[in-house]
């Protein structure tokens, strides 16, 4: 039996059932800042060069699922479309900014 994770309605959905809400959602997403500006571009530095774009979540997707809020991975007004080197800063994945990596030794 699939894991399932639950909304704050008290349905659930599996991991699949998320992903395809989410890739829905921020399609969705993409189209509604085109529409409405004509390009699209990072909503962190506003630019449009800041490449590649990604759809960034506010409240991570596993947070949501693990607070019984999952509807939170498809709502677009938990979402951002920012560049992928401000999304790797919000998320603490590029080493760059990673504060373990500064070397304390003198």
């Known amino acids: 039996m699939k894991p399932t994770y639950s909304t704050s309605e008290g349905e659930r959905f599996t991991t699949s059932q998320i992903e395809r809400k989410m890739n829905y959602a921020k399609g969705i997403l993409i189209d509604k800042q085109l529409q409405e500006h004509g390009y699209n571009f990072c909503t962190e530095c506003e630019r449009n060069d800041c490449k590649p774009l990604d759809c960034a979540h506010i409240i991570s997707v596993k947070e949501a699922k693990e607070t019984g809020r999952s509807e939170l991975c498809w709502d677009i007004n ?7 080197v401000h999304h790797q ?3 603490g994945l590029n080493l760059q900014f990673n504060d373990s990596n500064v070397n304390t030794r003198r």
Do not use: A, F, P, S
């Not at 938990?78 to 992928?84: A, L, T, V």
């Open 78 to 84: 938990n979402m951002r479309i920012i560049g992928r």
């Open 89 to 91: 800063k919000q998320d």
